[in-house]
């Protein structure tokens, strides 16, 4: 029975791990998308009134967190994102029909 027990709470802490991994990632992105949707409306109003901030520069940093997004995505989906987890099996399955 402890056996079992442990079993249960290893599972829980990965599976709780994961959960958070997930919750940081999806925080990272709303945070990503509110910065960045002000920045660009702080860019384009206020583009008449002052010209502190050049377009590039707004572009900069949208396309530099961007990258770390993306390796945040990377970390927490892996190659699920590209290949999805059956994506191996419908491959071999698909030459070996071609095969046929």
Do not use: P
Request: glycine content about 6%.
């Amino acid at each position: 029975m402890e056996v079992k027990e442990q079993y249960d709470r290893t599972a829980y802490e990965r599976a709780k791990k994961r959960v958070d991994e997930l919750k940081g990632f999806y925080w990272h992105l709303a945070i990503y998308i509110i910065f960045n949707s002000f920045n660009f409306l702080n860019y384009f109003v206020g583009k008449e009134a002052s010209d502190h901030m050049e377009l590039w520069i707004v572009l900069l940093i949208c396309f530099a967190w961007g990258v770390g997004l993306a390796l945040h995505a990377w970390h927490v989906f892996g190659m699920h994102i590209v290949f999805g987890a059956d994506w191996e099996a419908r491959k071999i399955k698909e030459f070996m029909d071609e095969d046929a």
